[in-house]
């Protein structure tokens, strides 16, 4: 007959063993509460999957000639994208080319009517911008989280917080990622 062995692990202690491996078990399985794609706790995931400074493409694209340039003193639609800064002088002013539709609406980002523009807007709202060359889904992409963006800096301005970086939102200076 073999002589008895202690056990290693006291009956007591392999049952905090097991009862701590299961909550770890279960804690790494349940995740966080929300996920990064969940729009109303963390806001709309990022679009633009390019580099792309979306200032300068106003510039190149919108600010041409007789468009959205400050080279002459009426630009198309009273909406100058050349100056440098755009979004705070469009934040929350209406579209003088359809009534009631806001250039960028701070409340609700992606209703904006630069962002309709670029897609088509509704009959009766001009034509789709820019006339010469339509900006593809991953310019838009782009513009649209810049809108969101800016939309974000006024909800903080209004709200008295100090002006913050584009760097500060998690993004570029023009709004690419």
């Known amino acids: 007959m073999l002589p008895r062995v202690p056990s290693v692990f006291p009956l007591a202690r392999a049952r905090r063993v097991l009862l701590a491996l299961t ?5 790494a399985t349940a995740g966080c509460v929300g996920s990064i794609d969940n729009e109303e706790q963390f806001g709309p995931a990022p679009e633009c999957r390019i580099t792309l400074d979306v200032e300068d493409l ?19 639609g009273e909406l100058d994208l050349v100056s440098p800064n ?8 209406m579209s003088t080319q359809c009534e009631g539709r806001m250039r960028i609406n701070p409340a609700r980002p992606d209703d904006s009517f630069l962002l309709e523009k670029l897609e088509g807007p509704r009959e009766g709202c ?33 709200a008295g917080v100090p ?9 570029d200076d023009g709004g690419g990622t």
């Open 163 to 171: 002006d913050m970086s584009a760097a500060d939102l998690g993004t």
């Open 23 to 27: 909550t770890l078990g279960t804690l």
């Open 58 to 76: 106003f510039r190149q694209r919108c600010g041409t000639g007789t468009c959205h340039g400050n080279e002459t003193a009426d630009p198309a």
């Open 126 to 158: 001009g034509d789709r911008m820019p006339l010469v060359g339509f900006l593809d889904q991953a310019e838009i992409a782009c513009v649209r989280d810049w809108v969101r963006q800016q939309a974000r800096l006024a909800q903080m301005r209004d």
């Open 86 to 93: 755009p979004g705070p002088r469009i934040v929350g002013t």
